[in-house]
């Protein structure tokens, strides 16, 4: 039994350390204004409203952090591609109901996706790859509240 405790906190330690360094290595990219982003949230929380002219993705990073991001007033580019990646965090991300969300999953825990098909044959299409080890959150505007600090209960802890 004192082997398996050793062990555990062993492997907790190791991937403590491993998120400092990556936080160290990997800072966020980009802003409200920015058509890429790199965000990261390492033992941290970060939130941004896009407001990019040609909004292209990038990436999404929560390792025991939260990251919420709004894409309601971000123009969309003609690809966008994100890749939301959650390592015990969380990441909700918030889209136009006129956006269409092609989603591809891998990973445990909580992964939440509820944008529903726009009207239009033509509406901008988000592909999100999702590897998550705890809770992401895609969620159209009609569904996200216009308080900042509501976060859905499917997001989990």
């Known amino acids: 039994m004192r082997r398996l405790l050793k062990l555990l906190l062993g492997a907790l330690a ?28 390492i033992f941290a929380a970060s939130e941004l409203h896009s407001r990019a002219a040609a909004f292209s993705g990038r990436s999404i990073l929560a ?6 991001v709004d894409l309601r007033d971000a123009t969309p580019a003609a690809e966008m591609d994100l890749l939301v990646t959650s390592l015990f965090g969380v990441v909700v991300v918030t889209v136009p109901p006129t956006w269409r969300v092609s989603v591809t999953r891998w990973g445990f ?24 080890f705890a809770g992401v959150v895609v969620a159209d505007s009609t569904d996200a509240a216009d ?3 509501a976060v859905p209960a499917e997001a989990g802890a």
């Open 14 to 41: 190791g991937v403590m350390v491993a998120a400092a360094v990556t936080r160290r290595l990997r800072p966020s990219v980009g802003d409200e204004e920015s058509d890429a982003l790199d965000l990261v949230a």
């Open 63 to 68: 390792w025991f952090g939260v990251c919420v």
């Open 109 to 132: 825990g909580p992964m939440v996706v509820d944008a529903p098909e726009p009207d239009s044959d033509d509406a901008p299409t988000l592909r999100l790859s999702i590897r998550a």
């Open 147 to 149: 308080d900042d600090d």
